[in-house]
């Protein structure tokens, strides 16, 4: 299995496990129960969605559609795009 995505938090996670099921993909959400030693405290890095060897070309390109139509969504999620960031 390959982390093809690392999320912000759990239900970004969960968002593109479904996505990413939606496609075919057969996808696995691992380090959920991780943040819960964090509390409240940001815990980047430690959720990520894996799947499975031979999906992870077909996965890229599913991961790669939902991050465009995110910056479609919210330009200023682009540093490159926020204003006075040039």
């Known amino acids: 299995m390959r982390a093809v995505y690392q999320a912000e938090n759990i239900l970004d996670a969960h968002l593109v496990r479904g996505a990413l099921e939606a496609h075919g993909v057969r996808a696995f959400v691992t ?16 959720v990520a969605v894996l799947v499975e060897d031979e999906d992870y070309a077909a996965a890229q390109g599913v991961v790669a559609e939902i991050e465009a139509m995110r ?3 919210d330009p200023l999620d682009d540093p490159d795009l926020a204003p006075g960031m040039a």
């Open 71 to 73: 910056l479609e969504a």
């Open 31 to 46: 380090g959920e129960f991780l943040t819960g030693a964090a509390g409240q405290l940001p815990a980047a890095g430690l």
